[in-house]
Nanobody, 126 residues
């Protein structure tokens, strides 16, 4: 099993930037597709970004495309989410997810991930 721990969430002003990190333990991430999801209060968890095993393929939700960048460092067993031009509507709990996979592809459906972190709160003040 892989354990995931997110960090980096905090209060930030609108227009600012924030970098979230997800650190994995228990397994090497090089065999996992990784994703970021977020959940607004009272809402369902929604897809933010995904990155393939080798980092070559990425995919973003429409609401964050062009503002957020997902990256990974398999040697350090970490995945990051760089968030620029933050808006109030980006306020949410952000979750890191992992799924073992045998191809270099991304996954944007939350139900297809088996491993999740505990989440980190991002609050954007307007």
């Amino acid at each position: 099993q892989v354990q995931l721990v997110e960090s980096g969430g905090r209060l930030v002003q609108a227009g600012g930037s924030l970098r979230l990190s997800c650190e994995a333990s228990g397994r090497t991430l090089s065999n996992y597709v990784m994703g970021w999801f977020r959940q607004h209060p009272g809402k369902e968890r929604r897809f933010v970004a995904s990155i393939s095993r080798n980092g070559a393929n990425t995919y973003y939700g429409d609401s964050v495309k062009g503002r957020f960048t997902i990256s990974r460092d398999n040697a350090k067993n970490t995945v990051a989410l760089l968030m620029n031009y933050l808006k109030a509507e980006d306020t949410a709990v952000y979750y890191c997810a992992a799924e073992p996979i045998d191809r270099d592809d991304f996954i944007f459906v939350g139900d297809n991930y088996d491993y999740w972190g505990q989440g980190t709160q991002v609050t954007v003040s307007s």
